[in-house]
């Protein structure tokens, strides 16, 4: 299956400093991708879909001044978590989508950032 | 928008028994539901995923129904395994790739 690279995976940083992490689809393009936060042992909420080459678009009540995104290639999107805090501490998942592919339905996962904010 | 619900949240099972967990979405153009599978810490693996014109679908221990009527998809695991545990999630897409994920089903299988 196609391949989808998330770094880091797991990232510590002081209250107040910024967080940037990379999706890169490395064997296919993805005018789309997907973030997803996970607290422990809850379901995956999506945050927002990346679109190659325009906003992205947010999900009902999460910030799209705090959680910056930027989809400028086919292939990598970034999340910037801005000024983070301990609440902000979770496991984000990226996910790609083979618009090309024969089953371009199926979503692709990254291997998650594990984010901690002290 | 959609909403998926899964039950149970928590499931044992003794090797080689089956397993089998539920999931009903609300939006009815719905038309892709995936099973994810996710140990703790790594990502969701996909196992097993259908689509609306289908009914049901089979991958050797796994199989996957589709009732649109009704509204629901199960999962079923037969034969269970040790390897087999872990967090399940079902999910359901109106297209372009935006899931709606269930709640997850913590899946343990006792020697």
């Known amino acids: 299956g196609a391949v989808v690279s998330q770094h880091p995976s797991w990232v510590i940083c002081k209250s107040g400093t910024s967080v940037k992490i990379e999706c890169r689809s490395l064997?296919?393009?993805?005018?789309?991708m997907f973030w997803y936060r996970q607290f422990p042992k809850q379901s995956l909420m999506l945050m927002a879909t990346?679109?190659?080459?325009?906003?992205?678009?947010?999900e009902q009540g999460v910030e799209k001044d705090k959680f910056l995104i930027n989809h400028a290639s086919l292939t990598l999107s970034t999340l910037t978590v801005t000024s983070a805090h301990p609440e902000d501490s979770s496991f984000y998942i990226c996910?790609?989508?083979?618009?090309?592919?024969?089953?371009?339905?199926?979503?692709?996962f990254g291997s998650g950032t594990q984010l901690s904010v002290l | 928008g959609e909403n998926v619900e899964q039950h149970p949240s928590t499931l044992s099972v003794q090797e080689g028994d089956s397993a089998v967990i539920k999931c009903t979405y609300s939006?009815?153009?719905?038309?892709?539901f995936p099973w994810y599978k996710q140990e703790l810490g790594k990502r969701p693996q996909l196992i097993i995923d259908?689509?609306?014109?289908?009914g049901e679908k089979k991958d050797q221990r796994i199989a996957v129904t589709l009732n649109k009527t009704a509204k629901h998809f199960s999962l079923h695991i037969t034969e269970t395994q040790p390897e087999d545990s872990a967090v399940y999630f079902c999910?359901?897409?109106?297209?372009?790739?935006?899931?709606?994920f269930g709640a997850g089903t913590q899946v343990v299988v006792t020697p």
């Open positions: 996910s790609a989508r083979d618009h090309l592919g024969q089953q371009n339905e199926k979503l692709f």
């Open positions: 064997d296919f393009q993805a005018t789309t």
């Open positions: 990346s679109n190659e080459g325009s906003k992205a678009t947010y």
């Open positions: 939006d009815s153009a719905s038309n892709y």
């Open positions: 259908i689509r609306s014109n289908v």
């Open positions: 999910a359901a897409s109106i297209g372009w790739g935006k899931l709606q």
